[in-house]
């Protein structure tokens, strides 16, 4: 059991294992034999009822109880005594194996198999149960077979809610208890079982309830876990929304060839640079979805049929759901003035993972203006380069301020419904933040600072959806700094939770984001558009977010921060200057959301950890050329490209060979070394600058 410390064991208990080793050779010998050869008589099937006494983890011997069981099954002379004799027979030696070890997977496995034959009482196992949890009530095994006896006799959830109670109140620390009633009261909600209509009445009455076990024992976690949930829950909507999109409603997007635009009634912010005959539209929901097609999205302008965009997934693996989704609109050449209207959801077909419908259809409109190459781009300089270091900006003009506080109020949709739906939700959260508070001052409570913090930034983004005011985002990271320094072992979650945070309120509004505006110094360089530049860095982030709120980046400078991750990035379709420099990036693998920005040309990297780990972990957890994601969409058989063996190099193959770089910088890498440089300018042909040094 956890906790309990190990002793040397005695002569007599060494002898006893030994003896216990040599039968169960024995046994297992024979067994095997009678397994083989197929043997299903009396002796045989008794010899595997006694391995299974001593190792109820012998799932061959279970598997072949199966076997044997059918076997007798299908005789010519089996009628419903004999079927019934074989059947108890079996439970019986299940139950034996359960006194032995009563965790045992592969026992509870063999039960549920054999009782779905159904000729066993499902009462009887109600009293087997009762047995079983009263010598261990947190056996997540049997509440797991509990679910599976109640569904079989059709016993209500309500009953069942009621006995989760009962055993609560027994111990509050009954974490399956607290489990079984959440998934309980979450098939009640899908349901809407009487009573169960709406969140509204039986949520703040789970809040009183999980408050008795929380106060009689703030350092148990099983009740905080519930509560965490119970926070889940009212914060949630069922069915998806759409948060905000790119272009925003209203919006006046230029198109320019040349990346140079001079046409000052145009923002920056809305300014372009297509040199791909299309612009990416970006929906970006609340939660993850499915669905997404031109039958569920209608896109109508002058120039393009709806039917022919391909709307399409950002998400970190080749998953047909994500809260990101992109379409690219295709444009003409010449001259263009036009309006387009998007509609989502006027159409069944949008639905989250958790099942649930879009319901709530809304639409957008934008104007679209195509400004043809006036430059002669024979004339243009190849030395040009972007370098986002602090002496190239200068602070964005309050001049120009109105085009970026437009810009922001455009970019998010309004839900209308939003407002008198969420205001039972605010008021459960307001009651919470008073409980919690009142907590924190009679104890100084880790978990509960956490919870604290979770529902004061829950409730912000539910009492002012329309205002982007976060009220209480100084008191989080107050919270989260306390937190940080009173629980070492969990630093790095409080860490990306802070920074989070952080990036919600720099998001929050207007003002808050136009301090982190500033213009790059050369307006008319070739290789930018909208010189707008929006400035993270310095801010010891260790995790990014607020990614609704950044559709409209074009050039992003996170650099001198703590990131590990960039995961989410994928969704700044725009984003065609990006750095990176002086983080905590640790592998190649971790710069995968970065393979699908096709508008990104400058990249920096510089001065990260990658090639510090000869182990890089995140490719388990990322993508590999065997994996389903980075890869898949390549030819198998493919091992060299343009001389580079891609069993050796293969993350820098799969990451960087999409990429349409213009230039990158990687010095200051374990692995920029220059045997790898060169490997990355046969990966990357229309690379011009490598570290700041041109490439022939």
Known sequence: MHGRPRKAPKPEEEAASVAKAQKLRALQTQFFSFHHNKIYTKEAVELSAKLLEINPESYTAWNYRKLAVEHYLSQPDCNPDLIKSVLDDELRVVENALRQNFKSYGAWHHRKWVISKGHSSVNNELRLLDKFQKADSRNFHAWNYRRFV??????????????????????FSNYSAWHNRSVLLSALFEKKAEGFLSKEKVLPEEYEFIHQAIFTDPDDQSGWFYHLWLLDQTVTT??????????????????????CYNGSAFSPFTALHSDSGSFPIVLYFNQPVGGVSSSTVTVECGFNKNEDLLWKPLSASNSQTARVWVAHLK??????HSTVEVSVGHSKGIISTRGFEYSHPSMFSFK?????????????????SISLREENFKIYGTQSEESIINSFNQLSIKNGHESTASNWRSEALAKEIECFRELLSLMDCKIGKLTLARLLMAYDVMSYPFANKLVHSEEVLELYSDLMKLDPTHYQYY???????????????????????????????????????????????????AFEKLLWVQMLDLSDNELQSIEGLEAMQLLSCLS???????????????????????????????????????RYLCSSPLSHSVGSESNKDETVTSGVALIDNWEAFYIFKDFNLNQLDIVGNTIADEKFKSILVKIMPKLKQLDGKLLG
């Open 150 to 171: 109640a569904e079989s006799m059709k016993r209500s959830e309500q009953d069942e809610l009621k006995y989760t109670e009962d055993m609560i109140y027994k111990n």
């Open 238 to 259: 069922d069915s998806p929304l759409l948060a905000s999109s790119w272009p925003g409603h209203g919006y006046d997007v230029l198109l320019v060839e040349d990346r």
């Open 331 to 336: 444009i003409p050449s010449s001259d263009l």
């Open 368 to 384: 679209v203006r195509v400004q043809p190459m006036e430059r002669d781009f024979s004339q243009v300089s190849v030395a040009e």
């Open 495 to 545: 860490k990306d939770e802070h920074s989070m945070v952080l990036l919600q309120k720099v998001t929050s509004s207007k003002e808050s984001l136009l301090q982190h505006c500033f213009q790059y110094k050369d307006s008319v360089s070739s290789a930018i558009c909208g010189p707008i530049c929006l400035r993270l860095n310095n801010l010891s982030l260790s995790r990014m977010g």
């Open 580 to 618: 990176l420099r002086n983080n905590k990036l640790r592998s190649l693998t971790a710069l995968e959301p970065l393979r699908k920005l096709k508008l990104l040309r400058v990249l920096d990297i510089s001065y990260n950890q990658i090639g510090d780990h000869s182990i890089d972990t995140t």
